[in-house]
């Protein structure tokens, strides 16, 4: 099936957000687009075509979406655009999968990456606080996407964790 536009999808529709290592140029993301088209084109489950569509947002993020009310995902159509994802990653060089990285947006607006452990870091020294715009990219459903859930505040995020104070312990 063609990929098609978001917006004829229904709120219940499964996401996946990939995060690409570094900001890709315009050849790259052509390259890539062009891969996830060609192949959620032809992407089945059990046999059954999967209504799915794709966007590219910010040069970084890549939000791949599949109807379930025409057809459930399963885990080896799942691991087949895993698949392409990582024949992309060998020819660009370019990483795109993986749940480690935080994903935020810098004082200046740009969209940065972080391990955990650095992210905790910024959060300490104050670099990054709960009103730093941060990316979900752990959502899973179309309506978490548009209802606003991907992209907001560290403080109402599963992010909040790096900002929460441990007491001091007293004594030795």
């Known amino acids: 099936m063609k ?3 978001f917006n004829g999808f229904p709120d219940e529709s499964r996401i996946w ?3 690409a290592q570094r900001g890709l140029d315009e050849h790259e993301a052509a390259g890539l687009m062009e891969a996830v088209d060609g192949f ?3 992407w089945k489950a059990h046999g059954v075509p999967l209504r799915a569509a794709r966007t590219w947002r910010y040069d970084r993020f890549l939000i791949v979406c ?3 009310g025409v057809a459930l995902p399963s885990g080896c159509s ?3 655009l895993t698949g392409v994802l990582r024949e992309m990653e060998a ?3 370019v990483r795109l999968l993986g749940n480690e990285a935080v994903w935020y947006r810098g004082p200046e607006g740009r969209i940065r ?3 955990r452990p650095e992210f905790r870091s910024l959060a300490t020294t104050g670099e990054v606080t709960p009103a730093s ?3 979900d990219n752990s959502i899973t459903s179309l309506a978490q996407l548009r209802g606003g859930r991907w992209e907001g505040p560290a403080g109402d995020r599963w992010h909040a964790v790096f900002f929460a104070r441990t007491p001091s312990r007293a004594g030795g």
Request: aromatic share 8%; proline share 4%.
């Open 3 to 5: 990929p098609v536009d």
């Open 17 to 19: 957000i990939f995060g």
């Open 40 to 42: 959620l084109a032809s």
């Open 66 to 68: 599949a109807d379930t």
């Open 78 to 80: 799942i691991d087949a």
């Open 91 to 93: 020819r660009t060089g």
């Open 113 to 115: 990456r972080a391990t």
């Open 133 to 135: 715009v941060v990316f």
